[in-house]
């Protein structure tokens, strides 16, 4: 899919979700203070209209960005310098407060991926950790250096503030594999799709492989996953051992009600290289068998010869999803 995140030239979003440093839950709200304290004091003359249009200004950009998370609101654009600098240009964040950023650079190591940061301060700071530094920060991108300079810079999980949404762009091919913190709302816009973080799971709305919207979900299993009507039509699963999925009860789904079903296990991991076995109920043989990578779609027959509607005895099982 194609999306008009901003970003530089040769600024990629190339990385899947866990290849970047996971979305920051947003501060608890204080509520209102009792005015004891504060940027006035009892009596006080001088630097009244100087914070007064500081507030106001806070105010005005808050409203703007529409959000109480963390994020970019404009500029704070990552560029490769001179040998190991990065350049940050100036721009705006929410960082706990509105934080406006007058432009800078910092040095990095050579080969090395580095998470580029925006502390509360002002000051940047980078680490090869996914994990946030101390303090409210905001993420501004991951650059890659070689030997001598930087090779990449990619804004896969910078968190861009937009029209009231908090946004971002992965790589990864359907659902975020990610799990951010359960008190965080995101919209990802992913290869194949637009997924929104409800605080459980990422649940799509959207997708350029189907002409309507349909509903999405991601998660890992241990042993068995049974389906109802209302489950997701995507189900994107990573199994932790051999599995299986059973379908919802024929007489629950209309005819053309229809799951796919992604065994998005990794064949590389061995706590992932499992298959996932689909049954039409508890106890019947199964439909189709899937190894990790691959998928098939299970939809509702239509009654022949007077059995009344069914699912399909087999499938066409693909590679991807």
């Not at 100087?50 to 806070?58: E, F, G, P, R, V």
């Not at 005895?313 to 693909?318: D, F, G, L, P």
Request: with cysteine; net charge neutral; hydrophobic share 40%.
């Amino acid at each position: 899919m194609s999306f008009q995140l901003p970003a530089p030239s040769g600024v990629t979003f190339n990385l899947l979700s866990t290849q970047a440093p996971l979305p920051l839950a947003p501060l608890d709200f204080a509520g209102a203070s009792n005015g004891a304290t504060g940027p006035f004091s009892q009596g006080m003359t001088a630097g009244v209209s100087q914070n007064l249009n500081i507030l106001a200004s806070k105010i005005q950009t808050v409203t703007q960005g529409g959000c109480g998370g963390f994020g970019v609101l404009n500029g704070l654009d990552l560029t490769a310098g001179t040998g190991l600098v990065v350049n940050i240009s100036a721009g705006s964040a929410l960082v706990g407060d509105v934080l406006d950023y007058g432009g800078g650079s910092l040095v990095l190591p050579s080969s090395q991926i580095s998470y580029v940061w925006l502390t509360s301060t002002g000051v940047p700071a980078f680490s090869n950790l996914l994990a946030p530094p101390s303090g409210a920060v905001c993420f501004l991108g991951t650059v890659v250096t070689n030997g001598s300079a930087i090779s990449s810079v990619d804004y896969s999980n910078r968190i861009f503030l937009q029209d009231g949404m908090r946004v971002r762009q992965t790589a990864d091919l359907f659902a975020p594999a990610d799990q951010p913190p359960s008190r965080c709302r995101v919209l990802t816009w992913t290869l194949n799709g637009s997924y929104f973080w409800d605080g459980t799971r990422h649940v799509s709305f959207a997708s350029s492989g189907y002409q309507q919207p349909y509903a999405a979900s991601q998660m890992t299993i241990a042993s068995n996953l049974a389906l109802t009507p209302q489950s997701s039509n995507l189900q994107w699963i990573i199994p932790q051992s051999a599995s299986t999925v059973i379908l919802p009860l024929v007489s629950d789904v209309p005819v053309g009600g229809w799951y796919k079903i992604v065994n998005a296990g990794d064949p590389s991991l061995p706590a992932q290289d499992f298959a996932i076995s689909v049954l039409p109920a508890s106890g019947q043989p199964a439909i189709a068998s899937l190894n990790p990578g691959q998928s098939a779609l299970f939809t509702v027959q239509p009654s022949s010869s007077g059995s009344g509607p069914r699912w399909p005895s087999s499938v066409t099982v693909q590679t991807g999803a």
